[in-house]
């Protein structure tokens, strides 16, 4: 006379079972607890009810009729939901609940409202309807139950006393407990299979976690965040767009490779990437490859800041790498490093065609078109240390760096010769209140940027000058 907490199995249990396939090839199996089965079990645990209390003379003789109807009902039931037009009803599960809830308030009516069996089977159909569908369905199963109750006493009447005999109220009482106690350890054993789902799925996804930041090493940052958080698909798909392209390489590279170990070139060369690339990062630049000793970062896609803002970043970053470079080469030379290594950069913006290129199934996200050459042209250019610049990126960014004109050069792709300007510095640090100086002569570097110096460290630098400067001073009266 109630559907069983199956319901339980067909929500929460196939969730479980959906929730461990995604995190294991080995889903965890949850015990089955189909509504026929709980049907089953409830319907024969009230027949038991009815045989009882005719037997003791509790209910009256026809209520034996009821236990045909009471075997054969969850059969029929079964059929009507799996094998009629039923089975594409909406929430058919809930539905059959509350015809479950009619027919047991109909029979609590039927036996007069006597205690201890009515509750019995009161007690199993809200539990069904609590498991099934929670707070919802169990108002609504209460409240079509007690009309049911109210019709069938208003048709018969009550019983002529509200107790039982004591064996009627036994097997009444045991087969309302083994009904809960069963289906409370089905709902345990999905709980509990659920909870193993859980733990699997949060170490999968750590694990999954963990793989995809190993991944990231081999992405630029901005494009592994577009590809994860959705914003990008990964096929193969380009577009237009203008960008500031940027390329630098190390002068004099070569000369030491042929002096250097392989081990202490490599070490070398991935402490210069490393640094570098921080710097990239910093400036929001979007590193493309790195080829020997060269770097190549564009900046405008997969994010941009505008095109000002974008050529202003890009040159920003590549002064920052020039005056980064210097500290490098001090520490490289307290290394026994003595070749001077120089970086050599150039920058060019314009329209290029930006995306994944390659096959479907091994793709690299770059750029490709003539501002992309012209950019590694001026590099291949620039003396060692100088900053070379694009016409178009010396317009967006000459309110706010100094540059110096360096004539025009022939570049293959342009129908005309080239403009092309030096960058100097940004125009806040020129003159008497620039924040950044440097020196370098054999046997004297100099890198300063107050700035970037405290109070404190600001003593102990001129401690340090002034005693560089009376050794020299002394020094220069002996000689």
Same mark, same amino acid.
């Given at each position: 006379m109630m559907s069983?907490?199956?319901?339980l199995r067909?929500a929460?249990?196939?969730?479980?079972?959906? /929730?461990?396939?995604e995190a294991?090839?080995?889903?965890?199996?949850i015990p089955?607890?189909?509504?026929?089965?709980?049907?089953?079990?409830?319907?024969t645990?009230?027949?038991?009810?009815i045989?009882?209390?005719?037997?003791?003379g509790?209910?009256?003789?026809w209520?034996l009729?009821?236990?045909a109807?009471a075997?054969?009902w969850?059969?029929?039931?079964?059929?009507?939901?799996?094998r009629?037009?039923?089975?594409?009803?909406p929430?058919?599960?809930q539905?059959?609940?509350?015809?479950?809830c009619v027919v047991?308030?109909?029979?609590?009516?039927?036996i007069g409202?006597i205690v201890?069996?009515?509750l019995?089977?009161?007690l199993?159909?809200m539990?069904?309807? /609590?498991?099934?569908?929670?707070i919802?369905q169990?108002l609504m199963?209460t409240v079509?139950?007690?009309a049911?109750i109210?019709?069938?006493?208003?048709?018969?009447?009550?019983?002529?006393?509200?107790?039982?005999?004591l064996l009627?109220?036994?097997?009444s009482?045991?087969?309302?407990g083994?009904y809960?106690?069963?289906?409370?350890?089905y709902?345990?054993q999905?709980?509990r299979a659920?909870?193993?789902?859980k733990?699997?799925?949060?170490n999968q996804?750590?694990q999954s976690?963990?793989?995809s930041?190993?991944l990231?090493?081999?992405?630029?940052p901005?494009v592994?965040?577009?590809?994860?958080?959705?914003?990008?698909?990964?096929?193969l798909?380009?577009?237009?767009?203008?960008l500031?392209v940027f390329?630098?390489?190390?002068?004099g590279f070569?000369?030491?490779s042929?002096e250097?170990?392989?081990?202490?070139l490599?070490e070398? /060369?991935?402490?210069?990437?490393n640094?570098?690339?921080?710097?990239?990062l910093k400036?929001?630049?979007?590193?493309d490859k790195?080829v020997?000793d060269?770097?190549m970062?564009?900046f405008? +896609?997969p994010?941009?800041?505008?095109?000002r803002?974008?050529?202003?970043?890009c040159?920003s970053?590549?002064i920052?790498m020039?005056?980064?470079?210097?500290?490098?080469?001090?520490k490289?030379?307290?290394?026994?490093?003595?070749?001077? /290594?120089?970086?050599?950069m150039?920058?060019?913006?314009g329209y290029?065609?930006v995306?994944?290129?390659?096959a479907e199934?091994?793709?690299?996200?770059?750029?490709?078109g003539?501002?992309?050459?012209?950019a590694?042209r001026?590099?291949s250019?620039?003396e060692?240390g100088?900053?070379?610049?694009?016409?178009?990126?010396?317009?967006?960014?000459? +309110?706010?760096?100094m540059?110096r004109d360096?004539g025009?050069?022939?570049?293959?792709?342009f129908g005309?010769p080239?403009?092309?300007?030096?960058?100097?510095?940004?125009?806040?640090?020129?003159g008497?209140?620039?924040?950044?100086?440097e020196h370098?002569?054999s046997?004297?570097?100099m890198y300063l940027?107050?700035?970037?110096?405290?109070e404190k460290e600001r003593?102990?630098i001129?401690i340090a000058l002034?005693d560089?400067?009376d050794?020299l001073?002394?020094?220069?009266d002996v000689?």
């Amino acid at each position: 006379m109630m559907s069983a907490p199956a319901d339980l199995r067909n929500a929460s249990s196939s969730a479980g079972r959906s /929730l461990a396939s995604e995190a294991s090839g080995n889903p965890i199996a949850i015990p089955p607890m189909p509504d026929y089965n709980g049907r089953v079990l409830a319907y024969t645990s009230t027949a038991a009810i009815i045989v009882t209390g005719v037997l003791q003379g509790a209910f009256p003789q026809w209520l034996l009729w009821l236990v045909a109807g009471a075997l054969t009902w969850p059969h029929i039931a079964h059929a009507l939901t799996r094998r009629t037009f039923l089975r594409n009803s909406p929430r058919i599960r809930q539905k059959m609940l509350i015809f479950d809830c009619v027919v047991g308030g109909g029979f609590i009516g039927c036996i007069g409202l006597i205690v201890i069996p009515s509750l019995a089977v009161a007690l199993m159909l809200m539990f069904s309807c /609590l498991i099934v569908g929670g707070i919802r369905q169990w108002l609504m199963g209460t409240v079509f139950m007690a009309a049911a109750i109210a019709g069938s006493v208003a048709i018969l009447g009550p019983a002529d006393g509200p107790h039982s005999p004591l064996l009627t109220s036994i097997v009444s009482i045991l087969s309302t407990g083994i009904y809960i106690c069963v289906t409370a350890y089905y709902s345990h054993q999905q709980a509990r299979a659920l909870m193993l789902a859980k733990t699997q799925i949060q170490n999968q996804r750590e694990q999954s976690i963990a793989l995809s930041h190993k991944l990231s090493k081999y992405l630029s940052p901005q494009v592994w965040q577009s590809i994860f958080t959705g914003e990008r698909d990964v096929r193969l798909e380009t577009q237009r767009k203008k960008l500031a392209v940027f390329f630098s390489d190390i002068k004099g590279f070569t000369e030491l490779s042929e002096e250097m170990e392989p081990e202490a070139l490599t070490e070398l /060369l991935n402490h210069y990437f490393n640094e570098m690339s921080e710097v990239a990062l910093k400036y929001g630049g979007t590193i493309d490859k790195f080829v020997g000793d060269s770097i190549m970062v564009f900046f405008g +896609d997969p994010t941009s800041r505008g095109q000002r803002e974008d050529a202003f970043a890009c040159v920003s970053m590549a002064i920052e790498m020039r005056k980064h470079m210097k500290i490098m080469r001090q520490k490289w030379r307290s290394q026994g490093i003595k070749t001077p /290594l120089e970086i050599r950069m150039g920058i060019s913006t314009g329209y290029t065609t930006v995306g994944n290129f390659g096959a479907e199934n091994r793709m690299d996200y770059t750029i490709i078109g003539k501002e992309v050459n012209l950019a590694s042209r001026l590099e291949s250019l620039a003396e060692p240390g100088e900053i070379l610049v694009s016409y178009e990126t010396f317009s967006l960014i000459k +309110d706010k760096i100094m540059c110096r004109d360096k004539g025009e050069i022939t570049v293959k792709g342009f129908g005309k010769p080239v403009p092309i300007y030096e960058v100097v510095d940004f125009r806040r640090d020129m003159g008497p209140n620039r924040s950044f100086l440097e020196h370098e002569h054999s046997g004297f570097a100099m890198y300063l940027d107050s700035d970037k110096i405290t109070e404190k460290e600001r003593q102990a630098i001129l401690i340090a000058l002034e005693d560089a400067a009376d050794r020299l001073r002394r020094e220069e009266d002996v000689s």
